[in-house]
């Protein structure tokens, strides 16, 4: 059974002396808009999502190279070694059901139930096929609520592994890069529309509300030391009903949040937030 219940969620955060975000067109600064602003892809935020299911035992399409369950060496691999119809020897317009292959491949990745995913081949025909996913679960990217503090660092790396020992190696210098205290907020929704499609039911909601609170949970790395950031809330809304009472956009904007973490709400009749704290 698919979701039976819209569902909007807020997730609140701290960030201390770490990159949360790295730009890799700016020499891996932390991301800022035009106004100051912190910000942390939703890309990125899918990729920490799928980790901590993926930690959980859940199985995952899009896996990062670090955290690999199999020896597939591509997503292209991945899939063509499921079976789920989509290997580039069977897989096209003529010879398979592209519902079919949808309907397994959502069974069989939560991350694609979820997300959505686009599978894309090289068929019979020049041009190939691809198949398009649509995931019930949207979020948005994170911002900071006031302009970003970063310290930059100059620092040395010792990265040359050649030679016999007989030597030391010469050291590169580099930049290091941290936020210094900011708190990000983000957004999302579940659609159940769009659930009746994938497959995403209420247990699979039900698992992306357990692991939100402990989203930077084993996520540690040099940028982003333990303990460095960290769930403050998050806040869930479950509506009563497919449609929702209210439409996503009111809902997030009766959430305000202080720069000290504080919250406050904007009474919508029928529709209580659940206050949930970080782990």
């Known amino acids: 059974m698919s979701l039976q219940n819209k569902i909007d969620f807020a997730v609140?955060?701290?960030?201390?002396?770490?990159?949360?975000?790295?730009?890799?067109?700016?020499?891996?600064?932390?991301?800022?808009?035009?106004?100051?602003?912190?910000e942390i892809t939703d890309v990125c935020l899918k990729r920490k999502i799928r980790d901590r299911l993926q930690e959980q035992g859940e199985s995952i399409f899009v896996q990062s190279d670090e955290k690999k369950t199999d020896n597939m060496p591509s997503l292209r691999e991945r899939a063509i070694s499921s079976e789920v119809g989509?290997?580039?020897?069977?897989?096209?317009?003529?010879?398979?059901?592209?519902?079919?292959?949808?309907?397994?491949?959502?069974?069989?990745?939560?991350?694609?139930?979820?997300?959505?995913?686009?599978?894309?081949?090289k068929g019979e025909t020049k041009e190939g096929v691809s198949i398009a996913i649509r995931g019930p679960l949207t979020i948005h990217s994170a911002f900071s609520l006031e302009p970003i503090s970063i310290t930059s660092t100059?620092?040395?790396?010792?990265?040359?592994?050649?030679?016999?020992?007989?030597?030391?190696?010469?050291?590169?210098?580099?930049?290091?890069?941290?936020?210094?205290?900011?708190?990000?907020?983000?957004?999302?929704?579940?659609?159940?529309?769009?659930?009746?499609?994938?497959?995403?039911?209420?247990?699979?909601?039900?698992?992306?509300?357990?692991?939100?609170?402990?989203?930077?949970?084993?996520?540690?790395?040099?940028?982003?030391?333990e303990g460095s950031m960290a769930i403050e809330k998050v806040i869930w809304w479950e509506h009563s009903s497919k449609s929702g009472q209210y439409s996503s956009a009111k809902v997030h904007r009766t959430l305000s949040v202080e720069p000290d973490g504080t919250i406050q709400f904007k009474n919508l009749a029928g529709l209580e937030p659940e206050i949930i704290e970080g782990f």
């Not at 609140?12 to 100051?36: C, E, M, Q």
């Not at 941290?178 to 708190?183: G, P």
């Not at 009746?196 to 039900?206: I, P, Q, R, S, V």
Request: hydrophobic content about 35%.
């Open 154 to 225: 100059q620092i040395t790396k010792s990265v040359n592994g050649e030679g016999d020992g007989s030597k030391k190696s010469s050291d590169t210098m580099g930049m290091k890069h941290r936020v210094d205290n900011a708190i990000y907020v983000t957004y999302g929704a579940m659609n159940p529309q769009l659930s009746e499609k994938t497959g995403f039911n209420n247990d699979d909601a039900a698992k992306i509300k357990a692991i939100l609170p402990k989203l930077f949970e084993g996520d540690a790395s040099s940028a982003r030391p």
């Open 86 to 121: 989509l290997g580039s020897a069977t897989f096209n317009a003529k010879k398979t059901n592209s519902a079919d292959a949808i309907k397994l491949a959502c069974k069989k990745w939560l991350d694609v139930r979820t997300f959505g995913q686009l599978f894309a081949f």
């Open 12 to 38: 609140i955060f701290s960030v201390k002396n770490a990159n949360p975000n790295g730009d890799p067109l700016n020499g891996n600064r932390p991301r800022t808009d035009y106004d100051g602003l912190g």
